[in-house]
């Protein structure tokens, strides 16, 4: 049972480049969001989702878009990539009603 | 919308020592979850322990309790018997039942002397 599983783990890209950060779950876990981590901010919800085909936006969404179309996979999209995007993004998934969410590894990714 | 402060950036204790982490939380809920989760320098975020909010009683997990002050919007971490190896980032977190967004607080680091 692999849990939360996130690629790569580390990337570098320039500013202006796009990717597609990559999570999946094999839990049948209903939702799923993605989390960035900065010092001194602790994580911060970038973007959610309750289920497949269903995605809303969390604290600090600009930059990114989502898209749920299994129930498995929620990828992460950075369109543009900026400076202010570098930081570590954590994916994670739980079933719904507060129980507790499963983290993936974190992906560790530099824009310069 | 709902906050987590965590008002202890960093905190050190003795081994063998206890040692309380401060969490309080901002919301006009009244069902929710709690969290404490911990993360060493691998990154990975360890779930240690969770209340929920109609509980009166203190969840505990070994060394891990806390003490859950619903009126005062209070969630503090107890680590009793502290080993090297609790060194680490601890955040508090708030789960809303409702949309059930995860809001973590700003985190403390624990450094365990020997």
């Known amino acids: 049972n692999a849990g939360v599983t996130q690629t790569p783990k580390f990337q570098v890209l320039k500013t202006g480049q796009s990717m597609t950060l990559q999570c999946a779950q094999d839990m049948n876990h209903e939702y799923m969001s993605w989390y960035r981590q900065d010092p001194g901010m602790g994580l911060r919800l970038i973007h959610y989702?309750?289920?497949?085909?269903?995605?809303d936006q969390g604290e600090v969404p600009n930059g990114y878009n989502v898209s749920r179309s299994t129930t498995e996979d929620f990828p992460l999209r950075l369109l543009s990539a900026a400076p202010s995007q570098t930081s570590v993004y954590f994916c994670a998934s739980s079933p719904p009603q507060g129980l507790p969410q499963h983290f993936g590894d974190g992906t560790r990714l530099s824009i310069l | 919308a709902q906050t987590v402060t965590q008002s202890q950036p960093e905190m050190s204790v003795q081994e063998a020592e206890t040692v309380t982490l401060s969490c309080t939380y901002d919301t006009s809920e009244s069902d929710y979850y709690l969290f404490w989760y911990k993360q060493p320098p691998s990154r990975q975020m360890i779930l240690v322990i969770r209340?929920?909010?109609?509980?009166?009683q203190n969840a505990t997990e070994n060394r891990f309790s806390v003490n859950f002050q619903k009126a005062a919007k209070s969630f503090s971490l107890k680590i009793s018997d502290s080993q090297l190896g609790d060194a680490a980032m601890y955040f508090c977190?708030?789960?809303?039942?409702?949309?059930?967004?995860?809001?973590f607080g700003t985190g403390t680091r624990l450094q365990v002397f020997p």
């Open positions: 989702s309750v289920g497949a085909g269903i995605t």
């Open positions: 209340q929920e909010a109609y509980k009166q």
């Open positions: 977190a708030y789960r809303n039942l409702n949309t059930d967004k995860l809001i």
